[in-house]
């Protein structure tokens, strides 16, 4: 089953900024790492369970998907895959929000 890859406000708040920091030192790694992203994040549309749990949070119902040096966390719902946060591999993430709460 095919789904749709949609990110949250907060997600894509988060990505933006990423690649705007990264692009003000060098345009050309901003323009890779969207890339990878993209190629990675559109790989769950048809296989939305092949991320990995959470270690931080094995209890909750998401996942994630790591392009380096970014951690992609997302969860299943309905016909969508949502991706609720993008975190840079050095911070320690906080619980991520469910769907429908941003």
Do not use: C, N
């Not at 790694?29 to 369970?49: H, I, P, Q, T």
């Not at 959470?54 to 998401?62: V, Y």
């Not at 840079?88 to 906080?94: D, F, N, T, V």
Request: aromatic share 12%; glycine share 2%.
């Amino acid at each position: 089953m095919s789904r749709k890859v949609l990110f949250t406000h907060a997600a894509r708040e988060q990505f933006l900024a990423a690649l705007a920091y990264i692009s003000a030192d060098d345009p050309a790694a901003a323009r890779s790492l969207r890339a990878r992203a993209a190629a990675s994040l559109a790989r769950l549309a048809d296989y939305s369970e092949s991320g990995r749990v959470l270690p931080e949070f094995p209890d909750l119902p998401f996942r994630e998907v790591i392009v380096p040096p970014y951690r992609f966390f997302y969860r299943v719902k309905d016909d969508a895959v949502w991706v609720v946060a993008a975190w840079h591999s050095a911070q320690l993430p906080g619980e991520p929000e469910d769907v429908g709460r941003d």
